[in-house]
């Protein structure tokens, strides 16, 4: 039984159920998000081979910890809702531009936007989640949680989250190879020079363009000119999306 409360006291343990189970949550509300905007079904996950979209997973540990004290306070959660998802957000977009040369997603043609990364529009929507994700969704979790731990074995729990953990630490440094490898060679068949890429590296043909295109189909690098280059109109031969409705 003390090992059981432990593991409900522990911070670090709650930190992977949260950002497991929210990256997963994120990736059904993208791919939800697609079908109404976009009328396809496709990919929006952030590593090769799992369902984790891990910006919604880092979003949700930074707002769970940081606005709790808050809950049903929803004019403070918004608002430190509305920074904190802007923040993250933005900085993801920084980073994954910096260390993979590759853009997720740009915002340059939304109103109020910050550097493409960031804007008003999904501003306010961190706000909304933040409220909900506080006041309503994260409690029902906790709930599930720890109904969880008493009902399973402890150790068994932990094997399941350490695996899970394992998995997408190998998932992400695998696509990190794989996207290297595929800019690689797009820069070279398709005579990109993109920024922060070495083309004397040899692109690996394992992860073909159709399997990068279908896990990334609106990836955007950015040339030596300084421009956008949205890859799906460059691979326009190459099909990135599992099914379009109303497609003849």
């Given amino acids: 039984m003390l090992i059981i409360i432990s593991m409900k006291k522990s911070v670090v343990w709650k930190i992977l159920i949260y950002f497991i189970i929210y990256s997963i949550v994120g990736f059904l509300l993208e791919t ?22 891990i910006v919604y997973g880092i979003a949700a540990v930074f707002l769970i910890f940081a606005l709790r004290k808050y809950k049903n306070k929803n004019k403070k959660l918004f ?16 980073i994954a531009e910096l260390f993979l040369h590759v853009k997720w997603w740009d915002y340059s043609n939304d109103f109020l936007n910050i550097n493409g990364r ?45 695996s899970i953990t394992l998995f997408m630490i190998i998932d992400g ?11 690689v060679r797009v820069s070279k068949d398709y005579d990109i020079n993109i920024n922060g890429i070495d083309t004397k590296n040899v692109g690996d043909i394992y992860f073909s363009n159709e399997k990068m295109m279908m896990t ?30 109303g497609k003849k």
């Fill in 32 to 53: 939800i998000y697609a079908l109404f905007t976009k009328g396809a079904l496709e990919s929006r996950q952030s590593f090769l081979y799992g369902p984790f979209c």
């Fill in 79 to 94: 608002i430190y809702g509305l920074i904190l998802g802007c923040t993250v957000e933005y900085l993801s977009s920084y």
């Fill in 118 to 162: 960031t804007c008003l529009f999904y501003a306010i929507l961190w706000g909304f989640l933040s409220v909900v994700l506080i006041n309503y969704v994260n409690p029902i979790l906790d709930r599930i949680i720890e109904f969880i731990i008493d009902k399973v074995s402890n150790n068994m729990l932990k094997f399941v989250i350490s």
């Fill in 173 to 183: 440094i695998v696509t990190c190879y794989a996207l290297d490898s595929f800019l």
């Fill in 216 to 245: 990334y189909p609106n990836m955007i690098v950015v040339n030596d000119k300084n421009e956008n280059v949205y890859l799906e109109t460059v691979l326009s031969g190459v099909k990135n999306y599992y099914y379009k409705f």
